[in-house]
């Protein structure tokens, strides 16, 4: 195990993009402009925080990760730039090193963000330099009118090992409750998985855990959240069908 401190402040022009960004072009579609428009905000707002990442390659700087923060330096005139140099390492081991940095990051816990926002509100701190436009906001001080517990008691989830099937069941008025508005929507589909985490064994969670990977490959989805919501999604199906039924 070793501590990488090769930081160093250099001219930017000397930081080069790499030729295997796993990332999309941020001009392909206007959501993700919005993305980068985020990242060069901030950067305007706060000031470089992070070092670019980068490897030495023929007297320059190639980039191991932070593209859109150097391309959004660019667009903001900087002349400088921090990187924290990794040497002259391989092209193989800088597009593990590229794949370990974008896939090994924890997502935020919406309603935890939710938490802090109102606190920086209600003690009448200033809201500006946030990665989020006023709208996104208001629908994450949203999230707060709902009782996040009330869903996970609501909430049961099986693995049946045998059959290779998983169960979900969810009392359909809390479900539809916690359904009704967008804000209810986001919280349930991104915070659901810790809020029913709580109350489980290690057996149950490792269980869970099954249902999750059994679930991205049967619906081709990436996260935990949609693979839930998916899940649940199916049970109200249910509710209809045995409805109309009757």
């Not at 794949?99 to 200033?126: C, T, Y």
């Amino acid at each position: 195990m070793n501590i990488v401190e090769n930081n160093m402040v250099v001219d930017i022009d000397l930081v080069i993009p790499n030729n295997y960004n796993p990332k999309p072009d941020f001009n392909s579609t206007e959501e993700l402009q919005l993305e980068f428009e985020k990242i060069k905000d901030s950067i305007a707002y706060h000031g470089q925080i992070d070092p670019l990442i980068v490897r030495e390659l023929n007297g320059k700087y190639e980039l191991v990760n932070g593209f859109h923060r150097l391309q959004a330096m660019k667009d903001l005139g900087f002349e400088k730039v921090e990187i924290k140099n990794l040497g002259d390492i391989t092209r193989e081991e800088a597009i593990k090193k590229t794949l370990s940095f974008e896939e090994l990051q924890i997502p935020l816990d919406r309603i935890e963000v939710a938490k802090l926002i109102v606190a920086l509100d209600k003690d009448g701190k200033s809201l500006e330099g946030l990665p989020y436009d006023a709208d996104v906001i208001d629908s994450l001080k949203k999230m707060l009118d709902y009782d996040w517990n009330e869903l996970n008691q609501a909430v049961e989830v099986s693995f049946d090992e045998v059959e290779s099937k998983k169960t979900i069941k969810v009392d359909e008025a809390t479900y539809l409750k916690f359904m009704s508005e967008a804000e209810a929507e986001r919280g349930l589909k991104v915070n659901i998985m810790r809020k029913i985490s709580v109350s489980i064994t290690a057996e149950q969670a490792k269980k869970l855990e099954e249902i999750i990977s059994w679930g991205k490959k049967e619906y081709g989805l990436k996260s935990k959240g949609d693979v839930i919501v998916k899940m649940l999604q199916e049970v109200v199906s249910t509710w209809q069908k045995e409805k109309e039924t009757v």
